[in-house]
């Protein structure tokens, strides 16, 4: 539950979408927009997330201009990463601006960096706030699942089912390299629904002896196509090293494909969309009821409201390391 209580009833809320962009935060917009204009309530959508709020850009939001956007990737308000707002007195003018605006209350749409800057102005400033997780790394505490995760791992696997059939044709490994800066959740959860044949994630790093040999038997055991999925870990294009020094170890050819970017676009899923409409919704509810510091999540396949105090505090579990040896043990 909210970690306060504002009495006193909302007349203007805003909404920014802030960090790497995901599939299915156009919904959440969309979400918001049309269950507070259900209430009587206007929204404003930030421009390029805490970008926008702290120079007072803003645009309104009514039903028609959300609509068309429940099927569209990125986020029609723009979205940045803004080191500024770290600075206290940033934020002050920021707040001060959006009282002058009008604007009450503020739903934040991404992962828990910006959670942070959510729960600084409340802290500070009794702004409300809500949170809507909304990231393809699936790496905020809190929530089984955020939202864009589900539609950037189908975006690999479909990605991977082409990569192996050149595989299976030339012989040839590939390494695979996915986004997912300090989390290996779309890394695990890719190769196990791709059928890769090893994984490689930020939070185990000393598996290339297991990964060698496990290759080397599937060669000799007549396999032609191998696909190892590398999560990109502190920096992107890691994955051109690990495939090096693995083929010189085993004298195999490989080639990399890094996915990049690509996994961040694309129409959201349906569930990315279901998901992101039932958070818009609850975050303005919660507002409306005077509900604030709290970060809309899924937990157990339900969507329910949890203290954004604990999502900042806490890191997200590591990823299900059963699932690492399922993809391993299933790869044949
Ligand atoms: O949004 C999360 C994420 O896509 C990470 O997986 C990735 O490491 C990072 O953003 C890339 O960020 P940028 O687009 O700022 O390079």
New binding site residues.
């Given amino acids: 539950m909210g970690s306060d209580r504002h009495i006193g009833r909302v007349q203007r809320i805003g909404i920014l979408t802030s960090?790497?962009d995901?599939p299915g935060m156009n919904a959440v917009i969309r979400a918001a927009v049309r269950s507070a204009s259900a209430r009587g309530i206007e929204v404003v959508g930030y421009l390029d997330g805490f970008t926008g709020f702290v120079a007072g850009e803003f645009q309104e939001l009514d039903d028609r201009s959300v609509g068309n956007i429940i099927h569209r990737g990125g986020t029609i308000i723009g979205t940045s990463?803004c080191p500024e707002f770290l600075d206290a007195a940033v934020r002050a003018a920021a707040v001060t601006q959006m009282r002058v605006d009008g604007v009450e209350a503020l739903i934040v749409v991404g992962?828990d960096g910006s959670f942070r800057g959510a729960l600084a102005v409340q802290e500070e400033h009794g702004l409300m706030v809500a949170g809507v997780p909304g990231?393809?790394?699936n790496d905020v505490y809190g929530t089984d699942e955020t939202i864009g995760f589900d539609t950037a791992l189908n975006t690999a696997v479909l990605a991977i089912d082409q990569v192996r059939d050149t595989s299976e044709s030339t012989g040839m490994m590939f390494f695979v390299e996915v986004?997912?800066?300090t989390s290996g959740a779309l890394a695990l959860q890719t190769a196990l629904a791709a059928g890769a044949t090893g994984v490689l994630v930020p939070e185990a790093q000393d598996e290339f002896g297991e990964l060698e040999l496990r290759l080397r038997v599937s060669i000799e055991r007549g396999k032609r196509s191998h696909i190892i999925v590398v999560a990109?870990g502190e920096e992107?294009g890691g994955a051109f090293a690990v495939g090096e020094r693995v083929s010189k170890a085993i004298n195999q050819p490989y080639r990399v494909v890094v996915l990049g970017?690509v996994q961040?676009g694309g129409r959201p899923s349906a569930r990315d969309r279901i998901i992101a409409a039932e958070a818009g919704a609850m975050a303005v509810d919660a507002l409306c009821s005077g509900r604030t510091g709290i970060m809309i999540g899924r937990q157990g396949g339900r969507s329910v409201e949890v203290p954004m105090a604990d999502v900042v505090r806490f890191k997200h579990p590591r990823p299900e390391y059963a699932l690492l040896h399922l993809a391993q043990e299933l790869s044949g």
Avoid: L
């Fill in positions: 960090g790497g995901a990463r992962g990231t393809i790394d986004m997912g800066r990109e992107a970017h961040r």
